[in-house]
């Protein structure tokens, strides 16, 4: 009995992860209270212009509730755009017009600032209940050992007809990923770094954003990251746009 | 006193770039737009001008803020404000039946006048002589030297309830080119493009659930009974968001310029079809009251509507559809009169014709241009406003617009086919 049971426990740590555990365990990563931080967005177009915005960030709850805020540059100061349920509700706040306006569907696959991130790259939807994903194995990314994961559209409608990413073994952060048009060229690249642990929380410094089709890239740069600091619930409605 | 307010300006102007101060607490920003506009028609007219927007906000404490928005419209090289209409135009029509030019200036025809209009015309010569247009400091349409304070509030925050006092802008409705539930900020109708007015009023907030609220609004005139107030309460259901409203509707402006008081009741809703469709609608039933009318009585009651959608293709091409049903207007473009101009003008119907369609599509490219096409159509008389423009991001804070207004209508006597083309080109600096 004792044999069978020791069986079971070195069957146990062999057995490789399905897909779903191992996206569960990368959600996980997410699972702060809340986080506030200072960003810098550093968009590179294929002309050589560089523009630059700085913008700061509220979520609660593992990112289902994010706040974000444009303070640079002066044009769109004080912009502000709410996310919740994950990025699947997105509102818009214009404080010059004080108009508060939520942003339908087709609005989420465009650039989000003139950025190479659309809105939907910017927020944390589940990518699942839209795509078919499968594990496609495990490979070197960056000098660290992964996982490549695939996913396929289920429709038409969504961003991407399908993307890959790379989750590190180690602490399951994405690392990277491949995205490709509604015609399977390859449109967007995504690398992530600068990863180091923060309390309890592993994060990113940067993430970049390349765009093969335009030729363009966007990095966005945190400056400052505070977690569990606590946040209140009504900085996440429509009231905490206009507060 | 030109001088005076000039003076003022710069002064307030140069305090607000000198003031370092700025921190978490006290934000200052604005912007500088200078345009200029070639009328194309008879004799051809240049016109120069600039509007300066100073914006300040000061977080007094997690309880409080106050923000005062200041606009000040410089005319570099003024025109006289109707050579933006062609001969024979409705407006010109208006003013050459009712007006003449006499050595003391215009004064009303008097000829074939019933004491009703003659009441109406003298009313309406006042409101030019009071300044009534000062509202309009934004406009090309007439183009003066203007300081205006657009916003000066303080607002308040309570456990579940903000409170809103002083000059502000008041969001309702849902429309993107027309807003028949917005009763609060009065649109320039010369400048479909620009933005809208701010108003005085209390603004009483009351939240509850995630995103619902109840809000109460008074905005007072010169004594109780030219008050504007009303209330709507606006929530969502399941990807859907709603209102409905009601609101009595009475100021010193609709006093002025001899419009009854009205009664509406409104309702808006925004969401999505189709799996991302952008989808959006808003409707007021009104209840003017004559003189000598009770308001019980619903004879004169119209309905006004605007129903539309939006969709942003992956290539970034974006396009939006809108109609707009008025109840006020006419369909035969002979029977725009004065008082359909008064109605316009004050606020209370957006086009004098009774049906329009426009229609929005945007598209950027090469990273900074962004080029758009805004169409207007009154199907009524025939006639339509064609907006193209081209818009490139010179610097993060610094645009520059190329834009044109082409009107084309089976006549002048028409209500786009009686306004002159334009060209203009826009820098703004934003700081």
Known sequence: ?243 | MKNIRSFLFVVIAAAAFLCQAEDQYLKLGGYLESRMSYFAYGDEITTANALFRMEGDYDVSDKGKVEAHLLYFYDMQPVDPFSGFKEGSVYDRIIDKYYQETLDGISPVLDDLTPDELDLLNRILDIYSSGYFDHVSYSSFFPKETLVMDRAFIKLFFSSSDLVFGKQQIAWGTGYVFNPTDIWNIKDPSDPDGPKIGVLAANLDFFFGENSSFNIIAAPGSNFDNMKYGFRLKSTAGRYEYSFSAVRDKSDDATLLGLPERVQIGSDFSGEIFSGVGFFGEAALSNPRYAGMELSETDSAYFQFCTGFDYTFKSGLYVLGEYYYNGLGENDHKNYDLAAFTRLTGGVMSGLAENYISAVVSYPFLNDYTCTLIGLVNPDDISCALLPELEYAFHQNIMVKLNSNIYLGRSSRTEFGGLVNKISFCVTGYF
């Open chain 1, 1 to 243: 009995m004792k044999q069978i049971f020791y069986l079971l426990l070195i069957f146990s740590f062999c057995y490789p992860l399905t897909v779903d555990e191992i996206l569960d365990k990368s959600e996980s990563n997410d699972n702060f209270m809340t986080s506030v931080s200072s960003n810098i967005e550093e968009v590179h177009n294929s002309d050589g212009t560089v523009k630059v915005s700085e913008m700061k960030a509220f979520s609660k709850n593992g990112s289902e509730k994010t706040l974000m805020e444009y303070t640079e540059p002066k044009r769109i100061r004080g912009m502000k755009i709410l996310m919740l349920n994950k990025g699947d509700d997105i509102w818009f706040y214009s404080n010059r017009t004080n108009r508060i306006r939520k942003i339908a569907s087709h609005q989420k696959n465009q650039s989000a600032n003139s950025s190479d991130f659309s809105y939907d790259d910017m927020s944390i939807s589940d990518n699942r209940k839209d795509y078919i994903y499968s594990l496609a194995g495990e490979e070197n990314y960056n000098g660290s050992g992964c996982y490549k994961i695939e996913f396929k559209a289920k429709e038409e409608s969504v961003t991407y007809s399908r993307f890959v990413i790379w989750i590190d073994r180690s602490n399951y952060l994405a690392l990277g990923g491949e995205f490709f048009d509604e015609d399977g060229k390859l449109w967007k690249k995504l690398e992530v770094r600068e990863i180091k642990k923060i309390g309890k929380y592993w994060t990113a410094g940067e993430i970049e954003m390349k765009n093969i089709q335009r030729d363009s890239r966007t990095v966005i740069k945190t400056k400052e990251i505070k977690f569990d600091t606590g946040l209140p619930d009504d900085m996440f409605t429509e009231r905490g746009l206009r507060k």
